[in-house]
């Protein structure tokens, strides 16, 4: 492996690369944070195996990954993209995922659809919270992972440090397999650990030669390390002791088993790369030590029903098993899909059964259809390049599918399946919006309908008391994303409003009042009185309606008459028009006519003495209260309680998860955390999760019920 000196197999730019077969085949996730050179390493593999004529940059806006008008303006990555490259005969499709955390969203579609990921760490910045989460996150279920330590030849690079700092941060299984000859900050070449070669970039070309006497010492000493790595994870005992004794290991026995351990993720290779230099070296850990679709676990299928699905392999000529990991509308050619087939194979015209369920929380409705397969292509960034067919292991793009979104299983018509849909965060940043014209609200739903297809972490809510529209978003950069999009793609503006917190009333006392309603117009009039009784109940004791009338003061037909008149003006509040809860009314006396009282009379009757009793006591305003649990690294605990309870929050305890982190309980009014998901990443440095739920409601402090009764007026 890392003795050879293997270029890059030059491809024809714009054929698309096929696989006939899963083993021919890897796929590749590029994770690491922002600005780490993930979508820079990619244009430098696409070069290298002569997929591109030369390499873009994310300064100039001409990456192939990196396509879309919103990543050229704010050069970063928003979106999933896909690069397919050969190298040796094996297709790789490289998986550029975006690093900032407000698009998490495609970042996990990259970790369902590739088989092994290869984290990109910057030798001048290190490493975020975000991609030690991820790394663990991996470990949770056992992909296969390698580090590229990138801009080696940066100023301010610092190779050993960061390493260091990835043995630390990663843990055990870290270890290098080439270490870089930097001379007066110019990276001249790598130093194979393993081969004992000086691989030379300095002309351009990657030529092998002996390293230098100077080096001696340091290549040894990494070298046992490596070999000690390898050998702990070596199948055959007999190593240890073999080389304990001092006997030497055939550098061929640790390459195999180096190779062996990648892909089964138990040992972790770092590489680096810099202007020219690394490509062919990660190429041939990408081909020779990631796994191929044949050796990765599917994910869990069951049938429609939820009965788990056995003995489906990935096999093309198995049952068809594929998912749909992100949509996309293009202007142009309309809806793209891109899928990974699990087993079985994709072919254009074939029709599919189409499945989507455990989304309908984000807006994706529960749906089985079945859909003709229309164009299937291979995507190299914009590009879709015309592909025969999508065998078991591979991902390609389907066009036209009209109902699939992302997350959906297509299946066999006469077998519908389901495949589990992966985890994904709730989006909890709500940003209420509203069209600025007639034209553009007659096109915000359809509008949003496709962003909520493509994304499944937005979550779309008609909030029916408040009637606002509220985006349910992961972050202010993916609202103002999703904004631009709603602008550029779609042709629709909007403004964003003050979002509403749907507040409740309730009785501050107990008091008597009486409704009457008494007209007389020509004909028929109304007449009905009715004396009542409120009082407050304790949180959450709803609403209570007694009668204590006696005598037949007022009839027994209109006594729900009366109920329904005090229902309804609860709904409408009476001081600044939120509904009322926790209240009991008592109907203890009235009067009626027996020509002109009526079931109208009444309702409206009930709702005058609701009036009079409220300007009778005081009226008190309630807010929603959350309990919100906060995860996050130890050493922002104590900023995290003192920034809760300087938003009128309670903290009830702490408990610790795992090694460095502590769960923080607190409940906080929802007023006080409609931006939480920002600030407490502004805190956390990006480490820290939170989830809420409804707890229930307190009365608002006097000097914030005044302002909140004034704006609602």
């Known amino acids: 492996m890392a003795e050879k000196n293997t270029g890059g197999t030059a491809g024809a730019a714009g054929r698309a690369p096929t696989a006939d077969s899963a083993d021919a085949i890897r796929n590749v996730v590029l994770v690491g944070h922002s600005g780490a050179g993930k979508t820079t390493l990619a244009e430098q593999l696409l070069a290298a195996t002569g997929t591109v004529q030369r390499a873009g940059r994310v300064e100039d806006g001409n990456t192939v990954s990196d396509f879309d008008e919103v990543e050229v303006r704010q050069q970063r990555s928003v979106n999933l993209a896909v690069a397919p490259l050969v190298h040796n005969g094996i297709k790789i499709n490289l998986l550029d995922t975006p690093g900032y955390a407000d698009f998490v969203g495609d970042l996990r579609a990259g970790l369902r659809a590739a088989d092994a990921a290869l984290f990109v760490v910057s030798a001048s910045e290190g490493i975020d919270g975000l ?17 590229v ?11 050993d440090e960061v390493l260091v700092t990835c043995q630390d941060v990663f843990g055990d299984g870290v270890a290098p397999l080439y270490l870089p000859v930097i001379t007066n900050g110019h990276v001249n070449g790598l130093i194979g650990l393993l081969s004992q070669k000086f691989y030379n970039y300095a002309t351009g070309t990657r030529t092998e030669k002996e390293p230098g006497p100077d080096y001696a010492a340091q290549i040894e000493e990494r070298r046992g390390e490596l070999i000690e790595g390898i050998i702990q994870e070596s199948e055959d005992e007999s190593l240890m002791e073999r080389y304990l004794e001092g006997e030497p290991i055939d550098t061929k026995v640790l390459v195999e088993d180096l190779e062996k351990a990648v892909a089964r993720g138990s040992f972790y290779p770092v590489l680096c790369s810099g202007l020219g230099v690394g490509a062919p070296e990660i190429l041939e850990i990408m081909t020779q030590g990631f796994p191929s679709p044949l ?24 049952p068809l098993v594929a998912e749909v990991v992100k949509t996309t509308s293009d202007p142009y050619v309309g809806r793209i899909s891109l899928v990974r087939v ?5 072919r254009p015209d074939m029709t599919v059964h189409v499945s989507g369920h455990g989304l309908a929380d984000r807006g994706h409705e529960d749906h089985d259809v079945d859909e003709r397969i229309g164009t299937l292509t291979c995507p190299l960034g914009k590009q879709q390049r015309p592909a025969a067919k999508g065998v078991a292991g591979d991902i390609i793009a389907v066009a036209k599918l009209s109902r699939a979104e992302t997350g959906d299983t297509l299946s066999e018509v006469e077998q519908p399946l389901l495949m589990t849909a992966w985890a994904m965060p709730d989006p909890l940043l709500p940003v209420a919006i509203r069209a600025k014209s007639k034209a553009d609200e007659d096109k915000l739903s359809q509008a949003l309908a496709r962003l909520v297809a493509e994304d499944p972490t937005l979550r779309l809510e008609n909030n029916a008391e408040t009637r606002q ?7 202010e950069a993916h609202t103002d994303v999703l904004l631009d999009r709603l602008a550029k793609r779609h042709g629709v503006e909007v403004e964003r409003v003050d979002l509403r917190v749907p507040l409740r009333e309730t009785f501050g ?24 009784e409120v009082e407050p109940l304790p949180s959450g004791g709803g609403f209570e309606f007694v009668d204590k009338i006696v005598g037949g003061v007022v009839p027994r037909q209109f006594i729900p008459s009366v109920e329904k008149g005090v229902r309804a003006q609860m709904e409408r509040g009476v001081v600044a028009g939120y509904p009322m809860v926790d209240v009991r009314v008592t109907l203890y006396d009235g009067k009626a006519h027996s020509v002109d009282s009526s079931d109208m009379a009444f309702q409206i009757a009930g709702q005058l003495a609701l009036k009079e009793a409220a300007a009778k006591v005081p009226t008190l305003l309630l807010e929603p209260v959350d309990e919100l649990s906060v995860l996050v690294a130890d050493d922002y605990v104590g900023s995290v309680m003192s920034d809760l309870s300087s938003r009128r ?13 502590t769960l923080v309980k607190a409940e906080v009014p929802e007023l006080e955390i409609t931006r939480y998901a920002i600030d407490l990443r502004s805190m956390s440095h990006g480490t820290g999760t939170f989830q809420r739920a409804f707890l229930r409601y307190e009365p608002l402090p006097p000097n914030l019920a005044s302002k909140v009764a004034v704006t609602a007026e």
């Not at 940066?154 to 190779?159: E, P, S």
């Not at 699990?342 to 994709?346: A, D, E, K």
Request: proline fraction near 6%.
């Open 131 to 147: 991609t030690q989460m991820l790394w663990e996150e991996c470990a949770q279920v056992g992909m296969p992972r390698a580090v």
């Open 149 to 159: 330590i990138t801009k080696i030849d940066h100023q301010r690079a610092d190779f």
């Open 295 to 318: 050796e990765h676990p599917l994910p869990e299928i069951t049938d429609l029903s939820g009965k788990p699905v056995k003995n489906i392999a990935c096999d093309p000529d198995g």
């Open 342 to 346: 699990f087993s079985g194979t994709l």
């Open 469 to 475: 529209l509220v985006l349910w978003c992961m972050g």
């Open 509 to 532: 006392g107990k008091c008597q009042a009486m409704g009457r309603n008494v007209k007389q117009t020509g004909g028929h009039g109304q007449y009905a009185i009715c004396h009542l």
């Open 649 to 661: 929050g309670r903290v009830l305890g702490t408990e610790p998860v795992g090694t460095g982190r």
